[in-house]
């Protein structure tokens, strides 16, 4: 069985600083990893997504995620926080074969002035 | 751009009714979904469909039923709502091969937050 965990339900950072949330996961197979983003009263929305290949993982509105393989993480960053970055971020798991995604518990982030 | 689009933003219904929540989806895709999404929870698959009248149960199936009669079509079904089935409910969509499904891309609806009281 698959599980995520997001440590922190809620992070609080200043526009302009380090956004860092942080996933880790539980597989027993190699598994594909995403990031997704919902806005207030919206879906979700995908940020950045690994399969295969290179680890360091870039996406959209300047979000980027590293696969480390031994520490079964895929942690999210952004080098400086907008006010538009306040939403919830929800970290994924899927195994390659299978139409399964298992969603870790989100991330609320607010940013400050 | 694919839209999932689910007919109600809000639903209010009292215990014992039957719910019925509606998603449609434009592109042609196999595969449907539906998630129940609950703070600090995340979102819990709930059914899946990977053909017309097909279905698989997900993590939490005790309490809904689906129904999909056509492809564009997956309808989740509250058989006697409950107050602990108060909740936001996500569909999502994505295609059935891994050619088509190019990054392996879920789209989901904006949701339906129902009340049930």
């Given at each position: 069985a698959q599980s995520v965990t997001q440590l922190g339900s809620h992070v609080s950072v200043s526009e302009g600083a380090l956004v860092l949330l942080r996933c880790n996961y539980s597989s027993s197979v190699p598994p594909y990893l995403f990031w997704y983003v919902q806005y207030p009263n919206q879906g979700l929305q995908l940020l950045l997504k690994y399969t295969t290949?290179?680890?360091?993982v870039k996406g959209i509105n300047g979000f980027e995620a590293e696969f480390k393989k031994s520490e079964t993480s895929f942690h999210l960053t952004k080098p400086s926080a907008h006010m538009s970055d306040a939403a919830e971020y929800f970290c994924a798991v899927k195994r390659a074969a299978g139409n399964k995604l298992t969603f870790g518990g989100g991330t609320r982030v607010l940013v400050k002035p | 751009d694919v839209k999932v689009t689910q007919s109600s933003r809000y639903l209010v219904k009292r215990t014992g009714e039957k719910v019925f929540l509606e998603c449609v989806q434009d592109?042609?895709?196999e595969n449907m979904f539906w998630y129940r999404q609950d703070p600090g929870l995340g979102l819990r698959l709930i059914y899946f469909s990977y053909d017309v009248k097909m279905k698989e149960k997900g993590d939490i199936p005790e309490g809904y039923s689906v129904s999909r009669e056509k492809k564009e079509r997956f309808s989740l079904i509250l058989e006697s709502a409950s107050t602990n089935q108060t909740s936001m409910y996500l569909c999502a969509s994505r295609p059935g091969t891994s050619e088509k499904a190019g990054n392996y891309g879920y789209t989901f609806g904006s949701g339906t937050r129902l009340t049930v009281v």
């Open positions: 290949g290179a680890t360091l | 592109m042609d895709h």
